[in-house]
T-cell receptor
Framework: QKEVEQDPGPLSVPEGAIVSLNCTYS??????FMWYRQYSRKGPELLMY????GNKEDGRFTAQVDKSSKYISLFIRDSQPSDSATYLC??????????FGQGTRLTINP | EAGVTQFPSHSVIEKGQTVTLRCDPI?????LYWYRRVMGKEIKFLLH????????ESGMPNNRFLAERTGGTYSTLKVQPAELEDSGVYFC???????????FGDGTRLSIL
């Protein structure tokens, strides 16, 4: 079993829709939770970073962490074609190395 | 501020040859990480430097891989001799302190023929 499970998609939605991306994890020792966005032929770009259960909002993006269920989510409101990318969840435990999900490929259709 | 820079962006070599990848972290970042993504799999950790010391090299696949960070600035990752299964995208990331977010370079796409 993988430490972090993420549906690879692909996920295709119309412009303006609310997008929900999710990851589950098995190790309760994970302390920090991140979402990265990766465009084709580019490196992962940090979107959201949180360490506690609850919601964190940044513009059109909301990260949600539920440590009791070992479940993290990223919501994108008013999705735009420029949001089309692969979204990666990444978790850290004390060792500081990131453990990634497989990434979900998202396409926003105009 | 310049981001994490990796060189080359793409390398194609034959099985048995040697390849060296380079990473220049963000200036002032003591922590430097190497990751790898092979086709169809998730990005996986290889190793972590704090300044010039290897903090964690638990992800290095085998002794054909050698990472160095002399002087605590840029880092190199050498693969010698390269095997077919080494193909993938190698990412470097850096952070100022260990529990701060890691910033990634655009990766080196390595193809072994």
């Amino acid at each position: 079993q993988k430490e972090v499970e993420q549906d690879p998609g692909p996920l295709s939605v119309p412009e303006g829709a609310i997008v929900s991306l999710n990851c589950t994890y098995s190790n309760s020792a994970f302390q920090y939770f991140m979402w990265y966005r990766q465009y084709s032929r580019k490196g992962p770009e940090l979107l959201m970073y949180t360490y506690s259960s609850g919601n964190k909002e940044d513009g059109r993006f909301t990260a949600q962490v539920d440590k009791s269920s070992k479940y993290i989510s990223l919501f994108i409101r008013d999705s735009q074609p420029s949001d089309s990318a692969t979204y990666l969840c990444a978790l850290i435990q004390g060792a500081q190395k990131l453990v990634f999900g497989q990434g979900t490929r998202l396409t926003i259709n105009p | 501020e310049a981001g994490v820079t990796q060189f080359p962006s793409h390398s194609v070599i034959e099985k048995g040859q040697t390849v060296t990848l380079r990473c220049d972290p963000i200036s002032g970042h003591d922590n430097l990480y190497w990751y790898r993504r092979v086709m169809g799999k998730e990005i996986k950790f290889l190793l972590h430097f704090v300044k010039e010391s290897k903090q964690d090299e638990s992800g290095m696949p085998n002794n054909r891989f050698l990472a160095e960070r002399t002087g605590g600035t840029y880092s190199t990752l050498k693969v010698q001799p390269a095997e077919l299964e080494d193909s993938g995208v190698y990412f470097c990331a850096s952070s100022q302190v260990g529990d701060q977010p890691q910033h990634f370079g655009d990766g080196t796409r390595l193809s072994i023929l």
